[in-house]
């Protein structure tokens, strides 16, 4: 079974420009997520879809980054302008509905520099 | 608010020797509670799990207790190998407080020397 996918793996962008991050959950999985991985530091959800509904966008930096999962499957994460402090490891994760302990399973993820 | 605290690293082991990495937490629900695994230039890969006070999750050797009384969930393994070299998290999702939402400790960095 294949695990999550995600797109580019690394980037390397100057600050003002846009970047956009793919993600392909395990087949399946209804529920998907995106995280921020900071150097040294535990991921910190952003956003979480069920289906292609976002459910929990509280902690999604709203006035530049943008995340859209259409028909459900597969999500874009965005950012426009990219800023210094975007320098991080952005993780998609997904995991199956109806189970309590809901385990995610992660993607490699994008490592993003802003320079 | 949740939250996890984890041992600080790094820790360097020597193969075979016995590894404990602390992690405490903090739920307002019923929490499960994960060790994930990061090995260089990979993603998290989920380690165990347990989703009940008294479970105990294991995998590869590596075990952890859900010990609700003390609110922790410590990692062990009897005998570390070199390709345990890994950054490992503790975390917990609170679906008892209505959130699936995965909260992170910091992690800790361990390297096993032959």
């Known amino acids: 079974e294949a695990g999550v996918v995600q797109s580019p793996r690394y980037k390397i962008i100057e600050k003002k420009q846009p970047v956009a991050f793919w993600c392909n959950p395990i087949?399946?999985?209804?529920?998907l997520y995106w995280y921020r991985q900071n150097l040294g530091q535990g991921p910190e959800l952003l956003i979480r879809y069920e289906n292609e509904e976002a459910v929990d966008d509280s902690q999604l930096p709203k006035d530049r980054f943008s995340a859209e999962r259409l028909k459900g499957v597969d999500s874009t994460l965005k950012i426009q302008p990219a800023e210094l402090g975007d320098s991080a490891v952005y993780l998609c994760?997904?995991?199956?509905?109806?189970?309590?302990?809901?385990?995610?399973?992660f993607g490699p993820g994008t490592r993003l520099l802003v320079l | 608010g949740n939250s996890v605290t984890q041992m600080e690293g790094p820790v360097t082991l020597s193969e075979e020797a016995f590894l404990t990495i602390n992690c405490t937490y903090t739920?307002?629900?019923?929490?499960?509670l994960f060790w994930y695994v990061q090995y260089p230039g990979e993603g998290l890969q989920l380690l165990l799990k347990?989703?009940?006070?008294?479970d105990k999750g294991s995998n590869k050797g590596f075990e952890a207790t859900y010990r609700k009384e003390t609110t922790s969930f410590h990692l062990e393994k009897g005998s570390v190998q070199v390709s345990d070299s890994a950054v490992y998290f503790c975390a917990l999702s609170d679906h008892g407080a209505g959130s699936y939402q995965l909260t992170f400790g910091k992690g800790t960095k361990l390297s096993v020397i032959p």
């Open positions: 347990a989703t009940k006070a008294d």
């Open positions: 087949s399946g999985h209804n529920t």
């Open positions: 739920a307002t629900g019923y929490p499960s």
């Open positions: 994760a997904s995991s199956l509905p109806g189970t309590p302990e809901k385990t995610q399973y």
